[in-house]
Nanobody, 128 residues
Framework: QVQPVESGGGSVQAGGSLRLSCVHS??????????VAWFRQTPGKEREGVAG????????RYADSVEGRFTLSQDKAEHTVYLQMNSLKPEDTAMYYC???????????????????WGQGTQVTVSS
């Protein structure tokens, strides 16, 4: 299977916004309901879950650190999930990864081991 493909990273000043995109199933021509999640990682730290969305109904979950600032949305026809990031902080600086799994996100949506398909990542840098 083809892995997810992320885009939209870049550099921005604190308080700014970015929108990341993830084409989560580029090789799929039918809609299979999945949990698509964003994770982030900085050097020397463990990868952490940022947000996850269930493509079946658009229900989303967020890490406490981004709740109210980040918003997930999707274009089902394009198999694409968007992460709108507002009010960015320097601590949001990280490599952001998109991952997918078949099924619902559930309360353990941020458990990395559940995800078998990962993108290559896109860098987000927030300067103060």
């Amino acid at each position: 299977q083809v892995q997810p493909v992320e885009s939209g990273g870049g550099s921005v000043q604190a308080g700014g916004s970015l929108r990341l995109s993830c084409v989560h199933s580029p090789d799929t021509f039918v809609n299979v309901n999945r949990c698509v999640a964003w994770f982030r990682q900085t050097p020397g730290k463990e990868r952490e879950g940022v947000a996850g969305i269930y493509t079946g109904n658009g229900g989303a979950r967020y890490a406490d650190s981004v709740e109210g600032r980040f918003t997930l949305s999707q274009d089902k026809a394009e198999h694409t999930v968007y992460l709108q990031m507002n009010s960015l902080k320097p601590e949001d600086t990280a490599m952001y990864y998109c991952a997918r799994l078949i099924g619902t996100c559930g309360y353990d949506w941020s458990s990395q081991g559940r995800y078998k398909s990962w993108g290559q990542g896109t860098q987000v840098t927030v300067s103060s």
